[in-house]
């Protein structure tokens, strides 16, 4: 499985965006797909995560009420829409997938084989 993220950059607080995750390769097996980020000096956290092609979605406590995780089937493709962004959730965002057959219950970056390469959010005060 490949994933190539796209959709950072630059926003003052309080702005939105809109990440995106394309992803190729055995992605018609279910899969837990997601987001994690790492900001400078911090450890990585999750962020968010839903299963390909499932419903159930899963948020980490600073995403909670803020982040929508979402996806399109039929373009492989999974959105992380930040909105009331805070300039501590800049931090470079990585798309990640687990091997098919895994749900996303309980798991931790340990969980997930595929990372994409990261996109940059910045968000300015």
């Known amino acids: 499985v490949q994933l190539v993220e796209s959709g950072g950059g630059s926003v003052q607080a309080g702005g939105s965006l809109r990440l995106s995750c394309a992803a190729s390769g055995h992605t018609e097996m279910r899969a837990c797909v997601g987001w994690f980020r790492q900001g400078p000096g911090k450890e990585r956290e999750g962020v968010a995560a839903?299963?390909?092609?499932?419903?159930?979605?899963y948020y980490g406590d600073s995403a909670k009420g803020r982040f929508t995780i979402s996806q399109d089937n039929a373009k492989n493709t999974i959105y992380l829409q930040m909105n009331s962004l805070k300039p501590e959730d800049t931090a470079m965002y990585y798309c990640v997938a687990t091997r098919p057959g895994f749900t996303c219950t309980g798991r931790t970056a340990a969980d997930f084989d595929y990372w994409g390469q990261g996109t940059q959010v910045t968000v300015s005060s």
């Open positions: 839903i299963h390909f092609g499932g419903v159930n979605t």
